[in-house]
């Protein structure tokens, strides 16, 4: 009796074990490509906390800070300090903020630029969807040099405003 609870004990144990190690690969799979001065990833969490020249590949967009964190399992990264998202010739850059890659989705706080080699737009705050290329901006729009009142969208692939 004693050596099947041991069994038991031990087959539960390696069980959880080797749940553990495939936990992460399914917030993984369609992770990004992340380089940074230093790493480290909580397995049980999913999260990574990076810090020192932050490059996040993922899809087409590249996503750069000084520190960030990025929960796998929720596929959101939150970055603090010069925050800035590069989709070809689009760069939309911040104080902080966060992505959403399952939404595809850029929010960004604080002294936000935005252009796209046709228009540059300055903001408080702003988002950037890089799937619809809708970017939004609300506090102090500055648009070429003028400025704007209320909330302004920008369609990048028509270069209209909405």
């Not at 993922?58 to 990025?70: G, P, W, Y």
């Amino acid at each position: 009796m004693r050596k099947s609870k041991a069994v038991r004990k031990i087959f539960y144990i390696l069980a959880m074990c080797l749940f553990m190690l495939a936990l992460p690969a399914t917030g993984l799979a369609d992770g990004p490509d992340i380089r940074a001065g230093s790493k480290n990833f909580n397995p049980v969490s999913g999260v990574w906390t990076l810090r020192d020249g932050i490059v996040m590949q993922l899809r087409d967009i590249t996503i750069k800070a000084d520190e960030a964190e990025v929960a796998m399992y929720q596929q959101t990264v939150e970055a603090r300090g010069n925050m800035s998202l590069i989709q070809n010739s689009i760069t939309f850059s911040c104080d902080s903020g966060h992505a959403t890659w399952a939404d595809r989705t850029a929010y960004c706080n604080g002294h936000c630029v935005f252009t796209d080699g046709k228009v540059n737009i300055t903001s408080d705050s702003g988002t950037y969807n890089w799937k619809s290329k809708v970017a939004t901006f609300e506090g102090n729009v500055v648009v070429d040099g003028a400025g704007r009142s209320g909330t302004v969208k920008y369609n990048v692939i028509t270069g209209t405003f909405l």
